[in-house]
């Protein structure tokens, strides 16, 4: 089997000698060539000429979220045909590592490869739904080219969250777990519009969901991860259906201490519920239009700021092996 291996050597627990280490293992199964990214968007670059190629059967991200996302995109770049397709595997290599934690595998990256090469001995595979965004046409997104999503995007509080860490990291500082529960105590407390919300969610053939101040889409649960404490969103989300919807009308401080302990102590049963939660489960398609622009994500990926984006749950999009 042809496969390329993708490193992103800047993904925080990925290093030369990991990188080594599993190209050596892969390459007494595989015919492998191995790409190290050079800039933002080159994993996605090198994924789409291989898909291209017509010759590689198999795409392995070494690296975080965002590596595996760059690799999806360059995948699907065409669109999705999970026959004709390579095949995605994943040895997480980040700091969170959500997808390849939602589909079973290890955190840990020796013990990642040995169930990598376990799964390709045995054929193990399974085709994964995913999520499109795109800019809404006649809004001022229109031009907004559309991306995949792997497990999570966001419109709003939490895109804002993801926005001031990637500014902390581009100052070197690193993507720890306290880094990011100050930089959510900042944009709560910098927050102007959390009693009344901007944003409504539109629908075919449905009433209008309006004055959401934040709202969280999932492909898959768990939505993140505390340390190793999954936070389960929207429990019900999976690869095998559409897209899930989480909004809240209101972030007061009594409202936000509520609902983030229920993020907290949240389990695959139950997530965030209340007067101020609303929740949608294994929608095909909607989309977010807000007053004034806000903070976007896909994947801990910030994307800028929206006014209007359209979601479109895709269903057996990609195969991966697991």
């Known amino acids: 089997m042809r496969a390329l291996l993708v490193v992103n050597p800047s993904a925080t627990t990925t290093s030369a000698r990991t990188r080594d280490v599993l190209a050596h293992a892969l390459a007494s199964d595989l015919k492998l060539d191995v790409a190290t990214t050079e800039y933002r968007g080159h994993a996605r670059d090198l994924a789409r000429r291989a898909a291209e190629s017509g010759n590689v059967e198999l795409v392995v991200a070494l690296g975080g979220d965002g590596t595996v996302n760059e690799v999806v995109n360059g995948l699907l770049h065409s669109g999705p045909d999970p026959e004709a397709l390579p095949r995605l595997a994943v040895v997480p290599g980040g700091s969170t590592n959500v997808f390849a934690r939602a589909l079973g595998l290890p955190n840990d990256v020796v013990e990642a490869t040995g169930a990598l090469l376990d799964a390709l001995r045995e054929g193990s595979e399974r085709t994964v739904g995913l999520g499109l965004a795109a800019g809404t046409p006649g809004s001022e997104d229109e031009a907004v080219p559309a991306r995949w999503f792997t497990f999570c995007?966001?419109?709003?509080?939490?895109?804002?969250?993801?926005?001031?860490?990637?500014?902390?990291?581009?100052?070197?500082?690193?993507?720890?777990?306290?880094?990011?529960?100050?930089?959510?105590?900042?944009?709560?407390?910098?927050?102007?519009?959390?009693?009344?919300?901007?944003?409504?969610?539109?629908?075919?053939?449905?009433?209008?969901?309006?004055?959401?101040?934040?709202?969280?889409?999932?492909?898959?649960?768990?939505?993140?991860?505390?340390g190793n404490r999954p936070m389960y969103a929207l429990p019900q989300a999976s690869f095998d259906t559409a897209l899930d919807v989480l909004g809240f009308t209101k972030l007061s401080t009594l409202a936000a201490t509520r609902y983030g302990t229920q993020l907290l102590t949240s389990t695959p049963e139950r997530g965030p519920q209340g007067k101020h939660a609303v929740s949608l489960h294994d929608q095909d398609s909607f989309t977010l239009h807000s007053q004034a622009p806000l903070p976007f994500q896909m994947d801990g990926d910030h994307l800028g700021l929206r006014t209007s984006v359209t979601f479109t749950g895709v269903r057996r999009a990609l195969r991966v092996i697991v």
């Open 153 to 226: 995007a966001g419109f709003g509080f939490d895109a804002g969250v993801v926005g001031r860490v990637e500014q902390q990291r581009e100052r070197g500082k690193r993507s720890t777990h306290s880094l990011y529960v100050r930089q959510v105590m900042r944009q709560f407390f910098g927050e102007t519009n959390r009693r009344h919300g901007t944003i409504t969610l539109e629908r075919p053939g449905e009433k209008p969901l309006e004055n959401l101040v934040m709202s969280i889409i999932c492909n898959t649960a768990p939505w993140t991860y505390f």
